[in-house]
C-alpha cells in the first residue's frame, strides 16, 4: 500500500508518533521521579505483584530492584498488605509495619480506574520509627523557639503597666487615673501634661490597656532621641532605595508598626516643625507617606502625646504649631508634681522598695520614721523616678534592715523635714503652705479651670491666686 505524504493515513502516522514519543518522555520523567524520590516508593499489580520499585525501597530491604521486580510482595516484603489493598480497594494511610526489626510508617494507596483496581501504589514516609521521633521532637523544639520569639516581639509591642501600677491615694492623683479610664474606651487622642518623673509614660500604658486597642501593638517614641534627619524615615518608613545606606527590603516606620493599636509620642515637644506638619496630615487624613514612596498609606493608630514643656507657650514663641497642638490636645490630663500629693510618698516608699527588694535580690524592712518624714516633706524636683533613684541608692548603702538617714544623701537630708530640734513654726509654714496648695487645686478643678471663678470661692482677688501659684511654683 502506498502511503502519500500529507494524506489522512500520513497524517494519522504521524500523529501517533508524536503520542508515542510524548507517552515516552512521561514515563522516562516518571520513573526518574520515582528512581530520585527520598522515600521508598514501590507499585504493585491488583494481585500484589511488584511492577515497579525505586532504589530508596529495595536499599531499604537490602537487595537491589531487578530482584524485586516480578516477585509477589509477600514474598520479599515483611507483614505486607499490598495485595490486601489491591483486594479491598481501600487506602491505608500512615500505618506501622515492621521490616527487618525495623519500625516504620507506610502508606498504601489503590489506583482505580473505571471502578477496579489496576495497581497499588505503596509508599514508606519513615524507614524507621525513631526518624518519626526525631522529627516531632524537633518540630516541638522549633515550635517552643517560635513561641518565644513571638513573646518576646510581643513583649516589646505592647503595653506593661495599666491603671493598677499607678500608685496614689491622693485627691489629684485620682481625679486624674478617673479621667484617663474614661478616655480610654473612646479613640481620641490623648495630650500627657507634667513634670519630668511623674509617670506620664505609665498613663499611656494604662491607657493603650484600657482601651479596646488593648490587644494591638503598642508602640513607644522618644522624640527627643531621634536626630532630625531621621524623623521622617523612623516615623513613617521608607521603600527599597529610598536613599544611600537604606535596607534592600526597605523599612516599616512607626506609625506602620502601630496599626490598629496605639503610639506614644514621648516629648512631643522636639518634634521639629517639618515633621509636625507630616504629623499633622496623619491625625487629618489617617494616612501616612514612606520615605520614596509615591502613594500613601491608610493607618488606624491611636496617637498619644506627652510634653514636660508647655505646649501653649511654645506655640505662642512659634516653636510650636498651633494647628497641631489643637489637634493633639483633644483631652488633656495633667499629672501632679509628687510635692502636690505628699500623701501618695508613703506608699510610694513602700512599693517601690517590694520593687527593688525583688530586682536587687537585698532584703529591706522599710525606712526608719524620721527618713520617712524627710522623704515626705522634700520637693521632688525628679518627682517619682527621683524618689526610686534614692530608694535604690540607699539600699546599696544600708546596713541594718531599715533604710536610716545616714543612708539617704546629705543634701536630701538637709533639704528635709524638719527634725525635733527646730524651730516648731518651720513646721507650722509646712503646713499652711500644703493647706493653701490644696485649697487652691481644689477651687480650680471645681470650678473647671476657671480662676476668677476659684478667686471668688477663696475669698481673694484674682492676682492674688496668681501670685500664690507663682509663690508656690503650682503647675497649674
Known amino acids: ?245 537604606a535596607q534592600k527590603k526597605g523599612k516599616k516606620g512607626k506609625f506602620a508598626l502601630a496599626d490598629k493599636g496605639t503610639i506614644f509620642l514621648d516629648e512631643i515637644s522636639e518634634l521639629p516643625l517639618t515633621m509636625q506638619v507630616k504629623l499633622l496630615r496623619v491625625l487629618q487624613e489617617k494616612e501616612i507617606e514612606p520615605v520614596g514612596s509615591e502613594t500613601s498609606e491608610a493607618v488606624d493608630v491611636r496617637i498619644i502625646a506627652a510634653s514636660n514643656r508647655d505646649l501653649e507657650t511654645l506655640v505662642k514663641s512659634g516653636l510650636f504649631r498651633h494647628d497641631l497642638y489643637y489637634r493633639l490636645n483633644v483631652v488633656m490630663l495633667e499629672i501632679p508634681p509628687l510635692r502636690n500629693r505628699r500623701d501618695d510618698i508613703p506608699l510610694l516608699i513602700q512599693f517601690h522598695l517590694r520593687q527593688l527588694e525583688k530586682e536587687t535580690g537585698i532584703p529591706v524592712e522599710g525606712v526608719e520614721p524620721d527618713v520617712a518624714e524627710i522623704l515626705r516633706e522634700y520637693g521632688w524636683p525628679g518627682n517619682v523616678r527621683e524618689l526610686r533613684n534614692v530608694l535604690e541608692q540607699a539600699l546599696y548603702v544600708k546596713i541594718g534592715p531599715m533604710i536610716s538617714r545616714n543612708d539617704i544623701p546629705g543634701t536630701l537630708a538637709k533639704g528635709g523635714a524638719p527634725s525635733g530640734e527646730q524651730d516648731p513654726i518651720c513646721s507650722l509654714k509646712n503646713i499652711t503652705r500644703r493647706a493653701e496648695e490644696e485649697a487652691i487645686r481644689v477651687a480650680i478643678r471645681e470650678e473647671k479651670g476657671d480662676k476668677q471663678a476659684a478667686a471668688s470661692r477663696l475669698g481673694i482677688s484674682k492676682s492674688s491666686l496668681y501670685a500664690k501659684i507663682v509663690q508656690y511654683n503650682m503647675n497649674i
Open 1 to 245: 500500500m502506498l502511503i502519500r505524504k500529507g494524506r489522512w493515513v500520513h497524517l494519522l502516522l504521524k500523529s501517533l508518533h508524536r503520542r508515542a514519543e510524548q507517552a515516552e518522555k512521561d514515563r522516562t520523567m516518571l520513573e526518574d521521579a520515582l528512581g530520585h524520590a527520598y522515600e521508598g516508593l514501590l507499585i504493585t499489580d491488583a494481585d500484589g505483584y511488584i511492577l515497579k520499585v525505586n532504589e530508596a525501597y529495595a536499599r531499604f530491604l537490602e537487595t537491589s530492584m531487578d530482584k524485586l521486580v516480578g516477585k509477589h510482595a509477600t514474598e520479599v516484603i515483611e507483614n505486607t498488605r499490598m495485595h490486601l489493598v489491591g483486594k479491598s480497594g481501600v487506602a491505608e494511610i500512615a500505618q506501622l509495619q515492621k521490616i527487618k526489626g525495623h519500625e516504620m510508617i507506610c502508606s498504601r494507596i489503590p489506583i482505580i480506574e473505571s471502578g477496579k483496581v489496576v495497581a497499588v501504589v505503596g509508599k514508606v514516609m519513615f524507614q524507621n520509627i525513631e526518624d518519626l521521633f526525631t522529627f516531632t521532637e524537633n518540630f516541638k523544639k522549633l515550635k517552643s523557639e517560635l513561641e518565644f520569639y513571638k513573646s518576646e516581639l510581643s513583649k516589646h509591642l505592647s503595653a506593661k503597666y495599666s491603671f493598677n501600677h499607678i500608685v496614689g491615694i491622693s485627691r489629684e492623683l485620682e481625679w486624674v487615673k478617673e479621667l484617663g479610664k474614661k478616655v480610654a474606651v473612646s479613640t481620641t487622642t490623648v495630650l500627657l501634661k507634667g513634670e519630668s518623673g511623674t509617670g506620664k509614660e505609665l498613663f499611656a500604658h494604662a491607657i493603650h490597656n484600657e482601651s479596646n486597642r488593648k490587644l494591638g501593638p503598642f508602640i513607644k517614641v522618644n522624640c527627643a532621641a531621634i536626630p532630625e534627619t531621621l524623623f521622617e524615615s523612623e516615623l513613617f518608613g521608607y521603600r527599597e532605595g529610598a536613599f544611600t545606606g
